[in-house]
């Protein structure tokens, strides 16, 4: 009954994913801050970076 309440947060156990997570992320805001609008290639990664960070962080 109570199996919907496991931490899903972290990833195998182990908190390296979950920093390497938050890094990534935190790496890709910073360069989503400094992009210029016509750095395309430099929004599309810090989108990807992103994202890469957060299923890293959650799952």
């Not at 994913?17 to 430099?42: A, E, N, R, T, Y």
């Amino acid at each position: 009954m109570n199996r919907m309440c496991k931490n899903r947060s972290g990833g195998s156990g182990n908190g390296i994913s979950k920093w390497f997570g938050i890094g990534l992320m935190v790496v890709g805001v910073i360069l989503l801050l400094f992009s210029l609008p016509s750095w395309l290639w430099m929004s599309a990664l810090a989108i990807l970076l992103i994202s890469a960070g957060f299923l890293l962080w959650r799952f």
